[in-house]
């Protein structure tokens, strides 16, 4: 199982990027994926989780702002985030569950998101 995160980069506040996951070695379908973020000298915090049949999950710092959306057939999440604040600078992961709000069971390289003037 791998899943590899990618997307990131410096960007102005105001901006937009959107990440993507790629996930491998195991059927996309059947699992929720989950974005995280940890930003330097804080913990990591759960931005946004999306599974196959339920709504997807926000926190609340990034709700409005950022969307998450699935293409099964190739086994990627994407995270568009727009309106892009300097607190949302982070080194940002996916991870894979079986459910939104279960254990995460595998995770993947983090890429940086860096939001900056």
């Known amino acids: 199982v791998q899943l590899q995160a990618s997307g990131g980069g410096l960007v102005q506040p105001g901006g937009s990027l959107r990440l993507s996951c790629v996930a491998s070695?195991?059927?996309?379908?059947?699992?929720?994926i989950g974005w995280f973020r940890q930003a330097p000298g804080k913990g990591r915090e759960g931005i946004s989780c999306i599974s196959g049949n339920d709504p997807s999950t926000y926190a609340d710092s990034v709700k409005g702002r950022f969307t998450i959306s699935r293409d099964n057939a190739k086994k990627m999440v994407y995270l568009q985030m727009n309106s892009l604040k300097p607190e949302d600078t982070a080194v940002y992961y996916c991870a894979t569950t079986v459910a939104c709000g279960a254990e995460y069971l595998y995770w993947g390289k983090g890429t940086q998101v860096t939001v900056s003037s």
């Open positions: 070695g195991f059927t996309l379908d059947y699992y929720a």
